[in-house]
């Protein structure tokens, strides 16, 4: 059996293509939905998981009549090629590297919730409240500054009268 009857080169460039553009079209979703969805991964992080765990696990799944081998290969260095190539052009360029993985933001300042870049957060109050308290925050006061970084953990810089 050649590797023609496995699957065609149209075929292969068609799943190529479609992972990539599926790849990217989740990208897209995952930052619209805003960091704190993350949970200490990345995006990029996030993104090579499921598109791995899709690609690998309907492959260990599947026959071969339903999900062939070498397009889920195709699919597997699709996903890893545009995780490298992202990666790549982060390092090289600070203006992909914030549409990529974004930066950190500001949201208390002195003591005040920025409502606003809650907001763009997708966070209410309530669940900034909820991370603070996990970090051992008794009162909003203390804090001089709180960012929500781009894993969607949050990092407190507290008022110098208040550290201990």
Same mark, same amino acid.
């Given at each position: 059996m050649d590797i023609a009857t496995l699957i065609s080169f149209d075929d292969a460039v068609s799943v190529f293509v479609r992972t990539i553009l599926i790849f990217f079209f989740a990208f897209v979703i995952l930052r619209f939905l805003g960091r704190r969805h993350l949970s200490h991964l990345t995006y990029l992080d996030l /993104? /090579? *998981?499921?598109?791995?765990?899709? @690609? #690998? &696990? $309907? *492959?260990? +799944?599947? &026959?071969?009549?339903? #999900?062939?081998?070498? @397009?889920? @290969? +195709?699919? +597997? /260095? @699709?996903? &890893?090629?545009?995780? !490298?190539? =992202? $990666?790549? =052009?982060?390092?090289?360029? !600070?203006?992909?590297?914030? /549409?990529?993985t974004g930066t950190a933001r500001l949201i208390i300042e002195d003591g005040k919730i920025l409502s606003d870049m809650l907001e763009k957060e997708d966070m209410t109050e309530a669940e900034l409240m909820s991370l603070l308290r996990e970090k051992g925050v008794s009162s909003i006061g203390n804090v001089k500054r709180a960012y929500i970084e781009i894993d969607g953990e949050v990092s407190i810089i507290f008022n110098r009268k208040h550290q201990g």
């Open positions: /993104l /090579l *998981v499921i598109g791995l765990g899709s @690609a #690998v &696990g $309907d *492959v260990m +799944i599947y &026959g071969e009549n339903t #999900v062939h081998f070498l @397009a889920s @290969a +195709i699919a +597997i /260095l @699709a996903v &890893g090629l545009s995780i !490298k190539v =992202l $990666d790549e =052009l982060s390092s090289r360029s !600070k203006r992909v590297s914030f /549409l990529v």
